[in-house]
Antibody, heavy 122, light 107 residues
Framework: EVQLLESGGGLVQPGGSLRLSCAAS????????MTWVRQAPGKGLDWVSA????????YFADSVKGRFTISRDNSRNTLYLQMNSLRAEDTAIYHC???????????????WGRGTTVTVSS | DIQMTQSPSTLSASVGDRVTITCRAS??????LAWYQQKPGKAPKLLIY???TLESGVPSRFSGNRSGTEFTLTISSLQPDDFATYYC?????????FGQGTKVEIK
C-alpha cells in the first residue's frame, strides 16, 4: 500500500525551529518529486515547498523562502522539512504529498499524508 | 505569480443536483490544473489532473473542462459522499498555487 506518514509537529515559540519528517512506503521513493502543503486552521491549502526525486533541486513559496529548507534521504525513504524562524502565521497542519508523475511536475499530487500539526505560539 | 480565483466559496445543493465549480487563472497555465476533494480531518484526494483527466478510481460523475484560463469541475449528479470542500491547483514554473476552495453543503 502506498503510504505517507508525517511526524515531528508540536508547539514551538515564535522564532524557534522544528524539523518535520515524512516516511514513505509502497512506491519507489527516489523516482518522484515530493512536496509539503500546509493548511492553517479553518483555511485552505497552501503549497510550501518541493524537492526533486534526486534531491538536487528544491523550490519554495515566497512566504517561507530563506526560513525553511527541504531535503530527502532516499536510502531511508524519508522527506524532511526544516523550519527556522517560525512565525505565528506558520501555524498549520503540514502534509507531505507525492507528485503523481515521475517525469513531470504538472500532473498534481496523488498521494497525501494525513499531516502533522505545527503550532507557533508563546 | 499566478493567482487562482475559485468560485463560489460555498455551494448549497441537493442529492442528484448537477453542480459546477469554476477556477480562473490570472494568466495562461495551459492544461496544468488539478482538482482535489477534501473532507474534514482528512487529507486531500486527487480527482482530476491535466484539466480533464479523471484520476483512477474516481467516479465518472466527476468531470473537468478548460476554456482558456477558465477551468470547471462538474459533478453530474451529486451523491451523499460528495459533500466536501473542493480545491483547484495550478502548476507553473516549479510553483503550485491552490484556489481558495469551494465548500459543497447539503441544501
Amino acid at each position: 500500500e502506498v503510504q505517507l506518514l508525517e511526524s515531528g509537529g508540536g508547539l514551538v515559540q515564535p522564532g524557534g525551529s522544528l524539523r518535520l519528517s515524512c516516511a514513505a512506503s509502497g512506491f519507489t521513493f527516489s523516482s518522484f518529486a515530493m512536496t509539503w502543503v500546509r493548511q492553517a486552521p479553518g483555511k485552505g491549502l497552501d503549497w510550501v515547498s518541493a524537492i526533486s526525486g534526486s534531491g538536487a533541486s528544491s523550490y519554495f513559496a515566497d512566504s517561507v523562502k530563506g526560513r525553511f529548507t527541504i531535503s530527502r534521504d532516499n536510502s531511508r525513504n524519508t522527506l524532511y522539512l526544516q523550519m527556522n524562524s517560525l512565525r505565528a502565521e506558520d501555524t498549520a497542519i503540514y502534509h507531505c504529498a507525492k507528485v503523481k508523475d515521475a517525469s513531470y511536475y504538472f500532473y498534481g499530487m496523488d498521494v497525501w499524508g494525513r499531516g502533522t500539526t505545527v503550532t507557533v505560539s508563546s | 505569480d499566478i493567482q487562482m480565483t475559485q468560485s463560489p466559496s460555498t455551494l448549497s445543493a441537493s442529492v442528484g443536483d448537477r453542480v459546477t465549480i469554476t477556477c480562473r487563472a490570472s494568466q495562461s497555465i495551459s492544461r496544468w490544473l488539478a482538482w482535489y476533494q477534501q473532507k474534514p480531518g482528512k487529507a486531500p484526494k486527487l480527482l482530476i489532473y491535466k484539466a480533464s483527466t479523471l484520476e483512477s478510481g474516481v467516479p465518472s460523475r466527476f468531470s473537468g473542462n478548460r476554456s482558456g484560463t477558465e477551468f470547471t469541475l462538474t459533478i453530474s449528479s451529486l451523491q451523499p459522499d460528495d459533500f466536501a470542500t473542493y480545491y483547484c491547483q495550478q502548476y507553473n514554473d516549479y510553483t503550485w498555487t491552490f484556489g481558495q476552495g469551494t465548500k459543497v453543503e447539503i441544501k
